[in-house]
């Protein structure tokens, strides 16, 4: 089954608290603001969150093929870097590990389990040059911003709505 993947995180840099969203959809399916899930992340940043969501989604959904819409650039260029991370066992030219390591050997071994593309889509494009693609990813940003609107003001909220 192909199944069309949608995520996107919101994270506050002070608390280093996010909240990760996903909409999973397969063909036909309607009702989307409904099917989306929340879960909150913390000691995170925007890079690790982005990962953590994406991977959280990949953890719960079955399909043979996906093919994942992300306005995280840092997710689009992680094929093209793979090798040469492989390579360098995780370091930086530096020499230090690098700080999402094991979230990359993560990433990488899911991917290989799974027929999987990336599409870069444009967040928060003007509605006016929104595709349909981009008016889902919309969905999806802002159920994740509201929900950590939502915790930073005290509010209670079903985190796997």
């Not at 492989?86 to 389990?113: C, P, S, V």
């Not at 981009?134 to 939502?150: E, G, K, P, Y």
Request: with cysteine; proline share 1%; hydrophobic share 35%.
């Amino acid at each position: 089954m192909r199944i069309l993947l949608f995520t996107d995180g919101s994270v506050n840099t002070k608390t280093r608290i996010g909240y990760g969203a996903y909409l999973a959809l397969s063909e036909g399916q309607i009702h989307l603001a409904s099917h989306i899930k929340l879960k909150q992340f913390v000691d995170t940043s925007s890079t690790k969150l982005e990962l953590q969501t994406l991977l959280w989604a990949l953890s719960e959904i079955s399909a043979t093929e996906v093919i994942s819409y992300t306005d995280s650039q840092n997710i689009v260029g992680l094929n093209s870097r793979r090798k040469r991370m492989e390579e360098n066992e995780y370091h930086a030219k530096n020499g230090k590990l690098l700080r999402n390591h094991e979230l990359y050997k993560q990433f990488y071994k899911r991917i290989d389990t799974v027929n999987i593309s990336f599409t870069q889509i444009r967040g928060h494009a003007p509605s006016k040059k929104k595709s349909d693609v981009d008016l889902i990813f919309s969905l999806v940003d802002r159920a994740s911003r509201n929900a950590l609107r939502a915790y930073s003001t005290g509010c209670n909220l079903d985190e796997n709505r």
